[in-house]
């Protein structure tokens, strides 16, 4: 069963960094894997983030582009979301997903495993 935990949320004054971190375990091809972020702040719907696909290929949401960055280490079965200049409209609950179809073609929607989530807060 494919289980992915994440860390790093906290709280963060604006202007400020913080990366996320995202271990998947039960994945043992997490390098043929397309994996993403997403957050959900109160009262709105779940928002794209970023992802990279299985190749390291990166994509992102227009309110994040040029402030936050998605890598993985396929080695650690890890994926990490930097996150700077960081806006009290990023106040939210950010989750890791995970496309368990291998060596897919990106998509913003095909997403098949989610984590927990973890919380960002920004203070103005």
């Known amino acids: 069963q494919v289980q992915l935990v994440e860390s790093g949320g906290g709280l963060v004054q604006a202007g400020g960094s913080l990366r996320l971190s995202c271990a998947a375990s039960?994945?043992?091809?997490?390098?043929?894997?397309?994996m993403g972020w997403f957050r959900q702040a109160p009262g709105k719907e779940r928002e794209f983030v970023a992802g990279?696909?299985?190749?390291?290929?990166?994509y992102y949401g227009d309110s994040v582009k040029g402030r936050f960055t998605i890598s993985r280490d396929n080695a650690k079965n890890t994926v990490y979301l930097q996150m700077n200049s960081l806006k009290p409209e990023d106040t939210a609950v950010y989750y890791c997903?995970?496309?368990?179809?291998?060596?897919?073609?990106?998509?913003?929607?095909?997403?098949?495993?989610w984590g927990q989530g973890t919380q960002v807060t920004v203070s103005s």
């Open positions: 039960g994945l043992t091809t997490f390098n043929r894997h397309n």
């Open positions: 990279i696909d299985w190749s390291g290929g990166t």
């Open positions: 997903a995970a496309n368990l179809a291998a060596y897919s073609t990106f998509s913003e929607q095909r997403y098949n495993a």
